[in-house]
């Protein structure tokens, strides 16, 4: 039995600030959401489905456009799959290489989500301010790899060519810190900024763990759980997940701003290594007719928007028999359905931004 | 409340001191980026020896190889740089060309004539 | 305006011509100076305000059109006036017409009513505010009229939520302005006006001794123009364009024209009540210092426009930099801001008014 005296409304696929193409199917008392439904699919490109046609090397290209703000993420969890495969060691400056760009990477997409998070509360001017500091590391990232943002840089068993020019991410880690100073200044200090997130869209922890909430999101809410810990790549690398109690969206805004800091370190940490040990040192796969024995293999990597992982299960052909990526946003749009019951359209889009979530991650 | 009113005088003068900041945008028809000698853009081909490697690294399958003809599409190309990376005797280069905008298709289909093997 | 009337009348009596047909014409006069200034003011207006968001940004602004982007908005208007005028199909064709009329012609009224010098005063009734009032709260009809006819659920949020906006911000204004009636003893702006020239100068304007009253009226005025951050009605992010989503074309340009023009007639209308009006900051005025005689008396006429002006333009960049800066309320902490604490605050700015009046009445006679 459906209601009539409640309005029902498509919020997406084609709305200003539900970040791509996502349609939530609100039905509405007043300006009171009764209930949520999210519908997802409208970006689907059959990137799993892909990855049994082409092979290994001719599959990993297209693995960045998963999620395009942070690709160096889900590239190295592919790489990852096929050097666990053939066991592979990486030396210790392919190492910190990657968690280098890794990092510069995670504080990209931040800042990125802090600027638009910002402009669906109405903001203007953020928005365009972490896009300037954004701008330094695409720079970069375009020097280095040869693209802004699919950069295809790591390869199997290492990466496509020497680092350089670390000097320009000391010369941006300096800028970063005094402009995170004046993000807070503008941002943290504002009243009404204060009361759009204190408080709205609490998610409490038994809530978020069976949503399989993982990431920022989860930290905002108590639960200590950061995959850097046990990641291979981040071994005698010094750093302190950011673990807050708050819930709401201000907390998961605040987190953000905080882990800009903690990758800072991390970066900071992996200049040194490089510092230490300049042979690059790699034992590069040969790419054509790859054939991973079979068998079951899996990665995982904290990702910006959560737990990112890799299964692939091979029958000892050149192509994956099946391969299935798991992506943090996925869940976190399924989460919405409860997040946004009883709240008011106007909350909403700020309980909706603040969990971070991207289309292409979600529907893949 | 004075703190309320404390944090709205300090967030708006923090966005007024940029006022008198330069502006970062770049002009682009006029000035454009400058891009690394790394950069991945149209794909050029010089010396092939037509071993093949190219198309068989490249993931949506823009290359064709026709006796003396070298053609690359790049309606299907997304610039991954495999072919460049992969072949063996670098006779693929990514140039820094980036503004392939065409009104007419055929623009993007790049013919390389390689009957001129290298020098072996 | 007297003055100028006789000089007119006199002129036409010389060349014969009766005397009601110069009472006629000399009424198109003003209208017509008050489209063509307000046209040129809008466009001014609204390429400043993307000149100045940009800077904010560190951007550049438009510059493309013409000279330093100075054509911009001229071009855009012409964008919209060769595009389609689309209605849909569903919806109420009479009210989706009206509502852009309803919301542009107030604002040309209103701006009549301002006192730009101590000659240029168009309509000049002794009810003044109480009129400008009136008529500055009919675009609130036009924003439910569009919201409603469009049949788009989204303008239909919009419309809602500008009604219980402006309801509830109606009333700080009408409080305050109380507070201004009271020290200048009088409804008509340009005695309102005249009562701020004491001997202390700019500490004798209003925005002094009614600072709570200048506070709580220009956050009000925010509210009914849907400014940043009380830009709810047609809030991009939630509502897509709120009240103005199905509307293309000229009658989009009309809503724009409106919204603008308002801004600018409430920005004059504010310095006048607080800032002064067209009172020199200087005590003195320029012209008459520099020259004397009967060209000095005439530039006293522009220059007086020439201040009244720049306090409003004043106003409006503050407005243009809150925008920079502020995100968007939520829907009901701003009518809690309304009910719960402007409108107490405003009382008893009231009181306060009444109380200083009565002690101090010497210096506001």
């Known amino acids: 039995m459906t209601n009539t005296n409640l309005l029902k409304l498509n919020l997406g696929p084609q709305h200003p600030s539900t970040h791509g193409v996502l349609r939530l199917i609100l039905e509405l008392d007043g300006e009171k959401i009764v209930s949520c439904k999210p519908d997802v699919g409208y970006l689907h490109r059959g990137m799993e489905k892909m990855a049994e046609r082409l092979s290994y090397v001719q599959y990993y290209p297209t693995v960045d456009r998963i999620d395009y703000l942070a690709g160096f993420f889900y590239s190295e969890l592919f790489c990852e799959i096929i050097e666990k495969a053939l066991n592979v060691e990486l030396s210790e400056r392919v190492k910190a290489i990657r968690v280098l760009l890794l990092e510069l990477n995670r ?37 280095i790899t040869g693209q802004r943002m699919m950069n295809n840089y790591f390869i199997f068993g290492g990466v496509r060519r020497d680092i350089f020019d670390i000097e320009d991410v000391e010369e941006f880690l300096e800028i970063l810190k005094t402009k995170i100073k004046d993000y807070e200044r503008i941002i943290d200090s504002n009243p009404i900024f204060l009361q759009r997130t204190k408080g709205k869209g609490v998610l409490e922890q038994n809530v978020a763990l069976n949503g399989a909430i993982t990431g920022v999101n989860l930290r905002a809410s108590g639960v200590n759980l950061d995959f850097r810990t046990k990641h291979k790549l981040y071994e005698g690398y010094e750093f302190t997940p950011i673990v807050s109690e708050g819930k709401d969206c201000y907390t998961r805004y605040r987190a953000r701003v905080l882990e800009l800091n903690e990758s800072s370190k991390l970066i900071k940490q992996a200049i040194e290594k490089l510092k230490q040990n300049s042979a690059l040192n790699q034992t590069l796969i040969q790419p054509i007719g790859l054939k991973l024995p079979a068998g079951e293999f899996y990665s995982e990597i904290e990702a910006p928007r959560g737990l990112a992982s890799c299964y692939v299960k091979s029958d000892g052909e050149n192509k994956p028999y099946r391969l299935k990526w798991r992506t943090g946003s996925y869940y976190a749009v399924n989460l919405l359905r409860k997040l946004l019951k009883g709240t008011y359209l ?19 | 409340m004075l703190k309320g009113i404390k944090g709205l005088i300090v967030s708006m003068l923090t966005v007024f001191k940029h006022l008198f900041k330069n502006s970062v945008t770049l002009e682009y028809p006029e000035k454009k980026i400058i891009l690394s000698n790394n950069f991945r853009g149209m794909p050029i081909v010089e010396g092939c020896i037509k071993c093949g490697t190219c198309i068989k690294v490249c993931p949506s399958g823009a290359i064709k190889i026709e006796s003396d003809n070298f053609n690359i599409n790049m309606e299907k190309c997304i610039f991954c740089g495999n072919c460049a990376y992969y072949c063996p005797k670098n006779c693929i280069k990514m140039s820094d060309n980036y503004e ?21 | 305006m007297n003055y100028l009337y006789f000089l007119y009348i006199e002129f036409l009596t010389k060349h014969n011509v009766p005397q009601i047909i110069g009472d006629i014409t ?14 040129l003011v809008v466009l001014a207006l609204v390429l400043a305000e993307r000149k100045l968001l940009g800077w904010f940004t560190q951007r550049k602004g438009p510059n493309r059109v013409g000279f330093w982007g100075i054509l911009q908005t001229l071009a855009d208007a012409l964008k919209l006036l060769c595009k389609e005028n689309i209605t849909p199909s569903s919806a109420d064709r009479f009210l989706f017409n009206l509502a852009p009329i309803l919301m542009f012609t107030p604002a040309l009224v209103v701006l009549g009513l301002i006192p730009y010098s101590s000659e240029f005063m168009f309509v000049n009734f002794q009810t003044n505010v109480l009129i400008y009032i009136i008529f500055a709260g ?33 009333l700080p204004i009408a409080f305050s302005l109380l507070g201004v009636i009271t020290l200048a003893s009088s409804m008509n702006l340009g005695k309102i006006t005249l009562a701020q020239s004491t001997q202390y100068g700019v500490l004798g304007w209003f925005w002094m001794p009614c600072i709570i009253g200048f506070i709580v009226m220009f956050i009000s005025i925010l509210a009914e123009l849907n400014r940043c951050p009380f830009d709810l009605p047609e809030a991009e992010s939630e509502l897509i364009c709120g009240y103005n989503t199905e509307y293309s074309g000229m009658r989009f340009a009309l809503f724009y024209l409106g919204e603008y023009s308002l801004l600018f007639a409430n920005a004059l209308f504010l310095s006048v009540l607080f800032l002064g009006g067209y009172l020199s900051p200087f005590g003195k005025y320029i012209s008459t210092v520099f020259f004397g005689g009967q060209i000095g008396e005439i530039l006293l006429y522009f220059e007086q426009v020439f201040w009244l002006i720049l306090k409003s333009f004043f106003i409006i960049f503050v407005v243009i930099w809150i925008r ?42």
């Not at chain 3, 006069?29 to 200034?37: D, K, N, Q, R």
Request: net charge negative; glycine share 6%.
């Open chain 3, 138 to 170: 009919f675009p609130i009809l036009s924003i439910l009229i569009g919201g409603w006819a469009s049949n788009n659920k989204y303008s239909l949020f919009g419309g809602m939520r500008n009604v219980s906006q402006v309801l509830a911000y109606e």
């Open chain 3, 324 to 365: 920079a800066v502020f995100p968007r309320m939520a829907s009901f902490d701003l009518l809690k801001f309304s009910w719960a604490f402007l409108l107490p605050i405003s009382i008893l700015n009231l009181l306060l008014m009444v109380l200083l009046k009565y002690f101090m009445g010497g210096v506001y006679a």
């Open chain 1, 107 to 143: 504080i990209a997409s931040h800042l990125l989500w802090i600027g638009a998070y910002l402009m669906d509360l109405g903001a203007v001017s953020p928005f365009f301010y972490t896009f300037r500091e954004r701008e330094l590391i695409l720079k970069y990232f375009e020097k």
């Open chain 1, 346 to 364: 106007n909350d909403a889009i700020a309980i909706a931004g603040s969990l971070d979530i991207i289309l292409p991650e979600v529907d893949k």
């Open chain 2, 100 to 120: 392939l905008a065409s009104s007419d298709k055929n623009d993007l289909s790049l013919n390389f004539d390689i009957s001129k093997k290298g020098e072996e």
């Open chain 3, 26 to 39: 000399f009424y198109c006069i003003p209208i017509t100076i008050i489209f063509i200034v307000l046209l």
